[in-house]
């Protein structure tokens, strides 16, 4: 996946779309936009939407 692909797949789960958990953990991984330490909560779908929204902000 190329950062332009990762970054049009966490635009789509900003947008709502149903993404599986291992493609948005790896898309936030080649953005940079994937931090473990401050996020002791299992990454959900929910959990991950919340993360993208707070990293839009």
Request: glycine share 6%; aromatic share 8%.
């Amino acid at each position: 996946m190329t950062r332009a692909e990762a970054n049009h797949l966490l635009d789509l789960v900003r947008a709502g779309g149903t993404v599986p958990e291992s493609q948005i953990l790896f898309a936030l991984w080649i953005t940079g936009e994937f931090e473990v330490a401050p996020y002791s909560e299992p990454h959900t779908q929910e959990n991950l939407c919340a993360l993208l929204e707070m990293d839009a902000q």
